[in-house]
């Protein structure tokens, strides 16, 4: 019943832009931390940027910031990721991520979506 459903993946040019969106359902979004991670193929799960409960505080990994923005829709249950001046590095599969409110909690995970920078 829970799920986080990402959007807004696709191919673009270096130097270009594009916004992705995560969708929450199933779970009150408004109590979790949320986050943007990233995997390229062979390469492990990083983490690009994340957003605190009511969007007062955010993170970057620090290849992505300056370019990167996060931000929420608590109203909406979304969390969104816009990147802008993307780079042939940021080629990779973008996970949405909801913290679990404690150690012994569940984190959620969306199924992902592609971005591929290429000219």
């Known amino acids: 019943q829970v799920q986080l459903v990402e959007s807004g993946g696709g191919l673009v040019q270096p130097g270009g832009s594009l916004r992705l969106s995560c969708a929450g359902s199933?779970?009150?979004?408004?109590?979790?931390?949320m986050a943007w991670y990233r995997q390229a193929p062979g390469k492990g799960r990083e983490l690009v940027a994340s957003?605190?409960?009511?969007?007062?505080?955010?993170h970057y990994g620090d290849s992505v910031k300056g370019r990167f923005t996060i931000s929420r829709d608590n109203a909406k249950n979304t969390v969104a990721l816009q990147m802008d001046t993307l780079k042939a590095e940021d080629t990779g599969k973008y996970y949405c991520?909801?913290?679990?409110?404690?150690?012994?909690?569940?984190?959620?995970w969306g199924q992902g979506t592609q971005v591929t920078v290429s000219s």
């Open positions: 991520k909801a913290y679990a409110m404690s150690s012994r909690g569940t984190d959620y």
């Open positions: 199933g779970f009150t979004f408004s109590n979790y931390v």
């Open positions: 957003i605190s409960r009511t969007g007062d505080n955010t």
